[in-house]
């Protein structure tokens, strides 16, 4: 199995997962919480999307866009006072499309305990020119043993995702054939 399939743009050089990698932190304050009084769980997925949505930039040298979020999990509540490490990567990609992971670190500001993985996701981003409109992106070039199960593991989500897609447009499109208005 190769790490990246042969492009039609083939003129874009690919880039290496470490050339885009990068970590956000941000400690957690009062603003922060929900009514429990733990950090809120949107508040975390926004730092997920700034992190991935720059890791998305850098790779693809511009303009990328949100154009999915999956397996957004959260292991551990996130309390004020904690710093938090959000670290991305690309894991695949595509003609304009990439696949970023995204890992959710805390640690106590005040404390020199390690910090402890508190949420994942997977976000899906699509670049675009000045239009709007996609635009190619360079291969990821896989480094590391880990980097390379990733990028497989990505291309099973994919699978996936377009598999879920084509089964909910033909469960539409035969509702709309026997006449069944949503």
Same mark, same amino acid.
């Given at each position: #199995?190769?790490? =990246?399939?042969?492009?039609?743009?083939?003129?874009?050089?690919?880039k290496?997962?470490?050339?885009?990698?990068?970590?956000?932190?941000?400690?957690?304050?009062?603003?922060?919480?929900? /009514?429990?009084?733990?950090?809120?769980?949107?508040?975390?997925?926004? /730092?997920?999307?700034?992190?991935?949505?720059?890791?998305?930039?850098?790779?693809?040298?511009?303009?990328?866009?949100?154009?999915? #979020?999956?397996?957004? !999990?959260?292991?551990?509540?996130?309390? !004020?006072?904690d710093? @938090?490490?959000?670290?991305?990567? !690309?894991?695949?990609?595509g003609?304009?499309? #990439?696949?970023?992971?995204v890992? @959710?670190? *805390?640690?106590?500001?005040?404390?020199?305990?390690?910090?402890? =993985?508190?949420?994942?996701?997977?976000? !899906?981003?699509?670049?675009?020119?000045?239009?709007?409109?996609?635009?190619?992106?360079?291969?990821?070039?896989?480094?590391?043993?880990?980097?390379?199960?990733?990028?497989?593991e990505? =291309?099973?989500?994919?699978?996936?995702?377009?598999?879920r897609?084509? *089964?909910?447009?033909?469960?539409?499109?035969?509702?709309?054939?026997?006449?069944?208005?949503?």
């Amino acid at each position: #199995m190769t790490d =990246q399939a042969p492009r039609p743009e083939g003129n874009i050089p690919g880039k290496p997962t470490a050339a885009s990698r990068t970590t956000l932190s941000h400690i957690m304050t009062g603003n922060d919480t929900n /009514l429990l009084g733990t950090v809120h769980g949107g508040v975390i997925m926004k /730092l997920v999307d700034d992190a991935a949505g720059a890791v998305a930039g850098r790779h693809s040298g511009g303009p990328a866009v949100t154009a999915s #979020m999956d397996e957004m !999990v959260f292991l551990e509540p996130v309390r !004020v006072g904690d710093l @938090v490490h959000v670290r991305a990567q !690309v894991n695949w990609t595509g003609r304009s499309s #990439m696949e970023v992971g995204v890992r @959710v670190m *805390a640690e106590r500001w005040n404390e020199s305990t390690p910090a402890q =993985q508190v949420g994942s996701a997977y976000l !899906v981003f699509a670049a675009v020119d000045a239009d709007g409109k996609p635009r190619p992106v360079p291969h990821v070039i896989p480094e590391t043993g880990r980097d390379k199960r990733r990028y497989q593991e990505a =291309q099973i989500r994919r699978t996936h995702r377009l598999a879920r897609r084509r *089964a909910i447009k033909e469960l539409r499109e035969k509702r709309i054939a026997d006449g069944i208005e949503d």
